[in-house]
């Protein structure tokens, strides 16, 4: 992992991204909240800044975990919700709070059939030849971010990302951490983008099933975080 970003001094938050992404660029939309007495500490994971193997959310939230210092506010979005899952199992005592913006665990939730047929898509695409172009367009579509939404020069940047992701260990790839956070010392917020039914249906089981306080920010799809303001005032609320 790159020595992360820090904006703004105050209570720390550590804020981890997803995938095909780095983390300045991702999570820009709350740098407002570093004038409001926080310290936002933003790192890329190791896969995104620099190239390498694929990324890796049990290797990454050991990372994490050293990040919280003597305590942070914990923050993870799509992926990076994996990550900061394993990072609270590590140093519980060091977090917080824990707010997880649609999260892929899948196995929250894998009874139901949108879900399992989503993981079902996803494996297919990552079982196949094709070239990153046509699978960038494929998993953007399948997470709920269609490409024609996206201007050319974010696709060819994020097609330069897609090894990362591609050679990565995958939410069925290892044990995430959960039974955790019913008993956990900080609360856990889930926000959902209500966009799409397999991602919805992880966010539900995780407010049903382990304790999580479930928030709905609509309006960016899966990026819940590019609302800006309602995705910061979750985040001012912990």
Known sequence: MSTPTVWGEGERVVLVHGSLATGPEEWLEQRPLADEGFELVVPTRRAYASPGPGEDFLSDGEDVARLLGDGAHLVGHSYGGLVALVASHLRPTAVRSLVLAEPPLFAAAADHPAVAGLVESLQTLLSSDVDDRAFLGQFLRHVGTPEEELPAELLARLETMVPALRHARHPWQ?????????????????????????????????????????????????????TGEPFNAVLRDL
């Open 174 to 226: 290892g044990e995430v951490p959960l039974t955790h956070l019913a008993a956990a010392p900080f609360p856990t917020v889930v926000v959902s983008g209500r966009h799409d039914e397999p991602f919805h249906a992880v966010c539900l089981a995780l407010a049903r099933d382990h304790g999580a306080q479930l928030r709905v920010v609509e309006g960016a799809g899966h990026e819940v975080q590019l």
